[in-house]
């Protein structure tokens, strides 16, 4: 690759860059970069530039950015060919040296060239693009394992453009749901640590396909995981039971939240509904806890009892229904069974996936089967991007 | 031909109403109450086959054989209460038979339970430990009232534990490593008697020995262990100190864990309900190497200050058991932190009391004991529950 235009001090001033704390990034003013989500971003205030410098008119000037273009250019026609690993260090280490020394200015004259050559891919044929959305997704990935914040938020806002542009120009619902796919996975990264920018592109993932689950489970997952509003969780489980009314997760999800909002006898019928659905996956027997657990607080420990007996012949031995019921029985004075329960438990295997951590995390069933429809649509798309490029190759760039 | 067949299907039934189980219950008797373990024998005859016998216990089904002899023990609990024992059997082709009796309840016109309390208790001066008292230097004081001394012991009381040692994933490397060989000390340093089982817990149990006195038996297996997923800290002291109900003499668990609980079913108030029970001392290592004590944080479980409240309930938990809490800021003090248990549960009193004012009510008694000496800080047991 050529990289002649690029000085070493830019280089050198990548450490500090990365170095930056992601918390002052997440201050929500106009300058604030991950104001790019609802369009609200706006550059801090030009200021001269430092002596050591080049302004952007002396770098186009010199056609650097030319060549930089047409090495992006190259890199695509490499996707499907090379490893992938590589190509992805090749991209993101020419993102890196494009917009070191002026992160905030140079980011979006790097987003408009990188553009510029999808849009010219799309005029071929606008499926060309998926491959290409899919390489900015994982560039976000890349660069979030190497701290580059400001790449990071440049990968976000690539995806979000090329996602838009494949909408405009592939039209039909299928584009949509598959611009909502790349988009969801997206906003399922950005739940590690980014969750209100999460929340955002998952209204955006609504906003193409409204029968997308990722989105209506993520979304009630992030105000469940920050502690409420349980209000604002039952919206959006609701939205998403309006869409999949026998959905498993989300009616545990709806009568867990119920009960937070107590509305007790509501959150019984759900748990009780989904207890008698065959099966012991971790919804059954999560819901068999749950409503153990409250048969246990309105003091009816017998009822709960007879629940989780039934369950635990249903579930073998689970650890959790184990211990819960040894202390029932323990409540109860039944101190031989309550011992023979906790016996049981201190033998019991442990489960792939611990119901209630399963709970507590992302809802990622969805979402890995998402990904992974993506991935196979891109590759099957790989093809057809190295044709439109092959006839329209720009000059030989060495990797 | 038909006829026949109908002659036939209409003889079967009556074959079925012919066949006889006999059951009968040799023990227990009707004329004594049942307490505790009772063992129930019941003798049956049949000219069939016998499929299963089960036993029922106050209409509870408590255990099922296939074949002679019928014996089960149980437990009955011990309240002073009428117990109805039922046996029944069945055979081919549908065919059972059952006895019951019922054991009385002791009549008399007061009862009083009442329970020797025992107290470990451990003294220091300028956290030095003071291992020269004498029975008559303490006074212990059942809900302000002074009780007097029926049983004393210093020093080697054996002693059963569970090390509960923190496995998930945030103890990679070397802070699990360092809790093994923690856990190795300890029981390196045990005296015959004594017993320890070792439980490694994340959200779930990932591995738990058999009570034993032997090192290898407890470490052995634990080559190629990962630490893995969330952690519930409730649970797991719970379930050991459950699992300590059926030991003798007295009883320890060690909590070894670098964080809070995340995913327990039980809430920290069952378990302190379960504390409050037991006689168990709670020991917590709580491994913080980054000052975390104090970070707020939510689950889908619980907000931020339902977790706090957890927390705090924990260590309410631990000093009520008259146990402590160490904090260790870093993986070196891990290992000397366990065998500072061991020499302090060496260096302890025990002593023993009857109360006298007990009323079964599941009231909460403060207990307080104090040494009639200058300088002295006293650890034991908060109290006990009245019932």
């Known amino acids: ?399 | 031909m038909s006829a026949l067949v109908a002659l036939l299907l209409l003889a079967m039934p009556q074959t079925n109403l012919e066949a006889k189980i006999e059951v009968a219950i040799l023990q227990p008797s009707t004329l004594q109450a049942a307490f505790g373990d009772v063992d129930v024998e019941a003798q049956v005859h049949a000219d069939r086959k016998i499929l299963e016998v089960e036993l029922f216990v106050d209409d509870r089904s408590r255990g099922l054989l296939d074949g002679p002899p019928y014996r089960w023990r149980v437990d009955v609990g011990q309240e002073n209460v009428e117990h109805r024992f039922r046996v029944e059997a069945r055979g081919e082709l549908g065919t059972t038979g059952t006895s019951t009796i019922v054991t009385p309840r002791i009549r008399v016109d007061e009862e009083v339970n009442v329970q020797l309390q025992q107290l470990y208790v451990t003294v220091t001066r300028s956290d030095s430990r003071v291992l020269d008292l004498s029975e008559h230097d303490f006074r212990v004081f059942d809900n302000g009232r002074r009780e007097p001394l029926v049983t004393f012991a210093r020093g080697d009381v054996p002693l059963t534990a569970v090390l509960l040692v923190d496995s998930s994933v945030s103890m990679k490397g070397e802070r699990l490593a360092s809790g093994l060989r923690g856990a190795e000390a300890f029981v390196a340093s045990m005296k015959p008697l004594d017993e320890a089982m070792l439980l490694l817990f994340s959200d779930q149990i990932l591995h738990a020995t058999a009570f034993t006195q032997q090192t290898d038996a407890l470490l052995e297996p634990l080559a190629g262990l990962e630490a893995d997923g969330n952690t519930a800290i409730n649970d797991h002291v719970y379930l050991a100190l459950k699992l300590l109900d059926a030991r003798q003499g007295r009883r320890v668990v060690v909590l070894f864990t670098d964080g809070a609980d995340l995913h327990s079913v039980l809430g920290m108030e069952e378990v302190l309900w379960k504390a409050r029970r037991s006689q168990a001392l709670i020991y917590w290592l709580r491994l913080d190497e980054g000052g975390s004590r104090y970070t707020s944080f939510a689950t889908a479980w619980r907000d931020a200050p339902a977790n706090r409240a957890e927390l705090e309930m924990l260590e309410e938990s631990v000093i009520q058991s008259g146990g402590r809490i160490a904090t260790l800021t870093s993986v070196n003090a891990i290992e000397p932190a366990f065998r500072e248990i061991l020499l302090e549960l060496r260096e302890q009193y025990v002593l023993g009391f009857y109360p006298s004012s007990v009323r079964n009510d599941g009231s909460w008694h403060h207990v307080n004991v104090r040494v009639e000496r200058a300088g002295m800080k006293v650890r034991a047991r908060g109290g006990y529950v009245d019932f």
């Open chain 1, 1 to 399: 690759m050529r990289r002649t235009w690029a000085r070493p001090l830019l280089v050198s001033l990548l450490p500090a860059l990365a170095a930056l704390p992601l918390a002052a990034q997440e201050s929500r003013t106009s300058s604030d970069p991950w104001a790019i989500l609802d369009g609200t971003y706006r550059p801090p205030p030009e200021a001269p530039p430092p002596p050591w410098v080049r302004t952007q008119e002396l770098i186009e000037a010199s056609g650097e950015w030319k060549a930089l273009g047409e090495t992006y250019r190259q890199s695509l026609e490499r996707l499907g060919k090379d490893d992938r690993g590589a190509l992805l260090k090749v991209v993101a280490d020419l993102e890196v040296v494009a917009i070191a020394d002026q992160p905030e200015r140079r980011m979006p004259r790097l987003a408009e060239l990188q553009l510029d050559v999808a849009r010219e891919l799309a005029r071929h044929d606008p499926e060309i693009l998926v491959p290409v959305f899919q390489l900015h997704h994982d560039l976000y990935l890349q660069h979030r394992s190497s701290r580059q914040w400001y790449l990071l938020l440049h990968s976000v806002s690539m995806v979000r453009e090329l996602a838009a542009l494949y909408v405009k120009e592939a039209a039909g619902t299928g584009a949509k749901m598959n611009a909502a796919r790349i988009l969801a996975s997206l906003a399922g990264h950005l739940q590690a640590g980014q969750q209100p920018a999460s929340v955002k592109l998952f209204e955006e993932v609504l906003a193409l396909d409204p029968s997308n689950e990722s989105a209506y489970l993520g979304i009630a997952a992030h105000y469940e995981k920050r502690g409420g509003p349980a209000e604002q969780v039952v919206v959006w489980l609701k939205r998403l039971l309006e869409v999949y009314p026998e959905h498993r997760e989300g009616r545990l999800r709806l009568a867990v939240n119920k009960l937070r909002l107590g509305k007790a006898d509501e959150a019984a019928a759900l748990f009780a509904a989904l207890l008698e659905e065959p099966g012991s996956d971790w919804v059954y027997r999560l819901a068999a806890q749950e409503a153990a657990r409250l048969h246990a607080r309105r003091g009816r420990i017998e009822k709960a009892i007879a629940l989780l007996e039934k369950a635990l012949e249903r579930a073998g031995g689970d650890q959790k229904l184990c211990i819960q019921l040894a202390f029932l029985y323990d409540r109860n004075r039944q101190s031989f069974d309550a011992h023979r329960l906790a016996e049981l438990a201190r033998g019991g295997e442990p489960a792939a996936e611990a119901p209630r951590g399963r709970y507590n995390g992302w809802p990622h069933e969805a979402l890995d089967h998402d990904r992974e429809e993506l991935r196979r649509l891109a590759e099957s798309r790989v093809q057809l991007l190295a044709r439109v490029l092959g006839r329209a190759a720009g000059p030989e760039v060495n990797p």
